[in-house]
């Protein structure tokens, strides 16, 4: 059964640094795109960050470009956010997702597995 677990979410000042983790299980995920989505209440679910295991490439939406880093690591079978220079609008739920054959860039409507979410809130 394929599980993907995130944590690391937490209250941060604006301007602060926070990494979010996601822990993936269940079976072999080396030809998957691993991502990030955030979803505030009331709006559409919103690609984050896209990264290919095997691989590593990655991709970032235009609001997060240069300020969050998406990485993997292969032996802990972990995927990580790094945000730095947070805002209040970063502030929603990040939810972990992973696509079989997926691409770097991902949309929510074609995702295969979702986790169940970790709430980031940037405030001071």
């Known amino acids: 059964q394929v599980q993907l677990v995130e944590s690391g979410g937490g209250l941060v000042q604006p301007g602060g640094s926070l990494t979010v983790s996601c822990l993936a299980s269940?079976?072999?995920?080396?030809?998957?795109?691993m991502g990030w989505f955030r979803q505030t209440p009331g709006k559409e679910r919103e690609f984050v960050a896209g990264?290919?295991?095997?691989?590593?490439?990655?991709n970032y939406s235009d609001s997060v470009k240069g300020r969050f880093t998406i990485s993997r690591d292969n032996a802990k079978r972990t995927v990580y956010l790094q945000m730095n220079s947070l805002k209040p609008e970063d502030t929603p739920v990040y939810y972990c997702?992973?696509?079989?054959?997926?691409?770097?860039?991902?949309?929510?409507?074609?995702?295969?597995?979702w986790g169940k979410g970790t709430l980031v809130t940037v405030s001071s």
């Open positions: 997702a992973a696509k079989a054959f997926g691409r770097p860039t991902m949309t929510p409507n074609d995702i295969d597995y």
């Open positions: 269940g079976r072999t995920f080396n030809r998957y795109a």
């Open positions: 990264i290919l295991w095997i691989t590593g490439n990655s």
